[in-house]
């Protein structure tokens, strides 16, 4: 027997690959890269490509965004391994995202408000500008819309990453406060002027509209707008109405007096007359009113008689009143004085003298009458 000696030959072992943990679940969008690299025995140098297959993209990192990729990595021959590569398909899926529109309450007439809403499902710290997304709110409501209920409807765009459920919030537009605007009367010390006065005030309220006026000094309720002098209590209401509440507004309002004079027209007498007629002129009244609206009766009193000899007397007037006229009174002056002539006063007949009055400084009269050629003197 002859033995011969033999070769041994070691060749190359082929590689084996075991696939990424991350290939046994369904992977879900999490913000994060997606490690796929597979573990081997080989010990050559590995190489990786990951394409994008909806966009055929080759991506130079591991990939992140939801999307279908093929993987393929690839080892060289190294010293005990020999060349090998794997490849297959793996699926980044949408993260559920929900975003609910937050509801929103406002008065009727207000400004649209900013719609804003609620996000639940960002991943990894994401929020909506983050991720990449926008969201627009579709609601019906404007300034002005009636009362009611209107939805919220939010649109979103921008989420690649996300799979997105909406639910809709709800506008409420509630009945607004009315506002009352008092009447221009009110701003300005009111004096009568014989004419009604409009207290109304002005309105938003679209409800019907009710008053109550009082007389605060005899509690008499008024069935319409006040005109006498007097001092009152103004109650307006409204009531609900379709897009305001109900309301109420009250206030304080006189009227005052309106200024009136009375005054006494001076006279004049002659020392020994009679006094004379005793006038007065008013001067103050409003929207064509006369004396017919006083009260009482005019009295006018004078200290002057026919045996007085003063020479100045006061006319004293009073006795009238008026609810809407504050009256103030002026006196006046009776003025007496001696007949005017050279201290005589002649009576003549058919052209002869017959008789003279003389004045003496005690202010008594001496009348002298004539009868034939014969003076005789009469006191009086």
Not at 22 to 45: C, E, H, I, S
Not at 111 to 127: H, L, M, Q, S
Not at 292 to 317: K, Q, W
């Amino acid at each position: 027997m002859t033995a011969n000696k033999g070769t041994l030959s070691v060749l190359p072992r082929t590689p084996e690959f075991v696939d990424s943990q991350n290939f046994y679940t369904t992977r879900v969008y999490d913000g994060k890269a997606v490690d796929l690299a597979p573990t081997t025995d080989g010990d050559g140098k590995m190489s990786c490509e990951i394409t994008n297959k909806e966009t055929n993209e080759v991506l130079t990192s591991d990939p992140v965004d939801v999307g279908k990729y093929h993987v393929v990595y690839s080892f060289a021959a190294g010293k005990n391994y020999s060349a090998g590569s794997v490849a297959y398909d793996f699926d980044i899926t949408p993260a559920p995202l929900k975003i609910t529109a937050a509801d929103q309450k406002l008065s009727y007439l207000d400004e649209i408000p900013e719609y804003t809403a609620d996000y639940d499902g960002f991943v990894n710290g994401e929020n909506l500008e983050s991720a990449g997304g926008t969201v627009r709110f579709d609601c019906s409501y404007q300034k002005g819309t009636a009362v009611g209920s209107y939805p919220i409807n939010p649109e979103v765009t921008g989420l690649k990453n996300y799979k997105v459920t909406t639910e809709s919030g709800t506008m409420t537009v509630e009945r607004r406060t009315p506002v009352f605007t008092d009447s221009a009367n009110l701003y300005t010390t009111r004096v009568y002027d014989g004419k009604a006065v409009d207290l109304t005030p002005a309105t938003d309220g679209d409800g019907k509209l009710s008053r109550v006026i009082t007389n605060r000094e005899t509690n008499e309720v008024l069935t319409s707008d006040p005109v006498d002098a007097g001092e009152y209590r103004v109650v307006y209401s409204v009531s609900e109405g379709k897009n305001y509440t109900e309301g109420s507004v009250s206030y304080d309002f006189a009227i005052t007096q309106a200024p009136l004079v009375i005054t006494a027209e001076d006279k004049n007498v002659v020392f020994g007359a009679k006094a004379p007629e005793y006038t007065v002129v008013y001067d103050g009244f409003v929207n064509g009113e006369t004396e017919a609206v006083l009260t009482g009766t005019l009295v006018v009193t004078c200290d002057y008689t026919e045996e007085s000899r003063e020479s100045a007397y006061e006319i004293v007037p009073s006795g009238l009143s008026a609810k809407n006229y504050a009256i103030t009174w002026k006196n006046g002056v009776l003025t007496a004085r001696y007949p005017e002539s050279d201290d005589d006063d002649y009576e003549e007949t058919g052209g002869h003298l017959i008789q003279m009055a003389i004045w003496l400084p005690d202010g008594s009269l001496i009348r002298f009458t004539e009868t034939g050629s014969t003076w005789t003197s009469t006191p009086e």
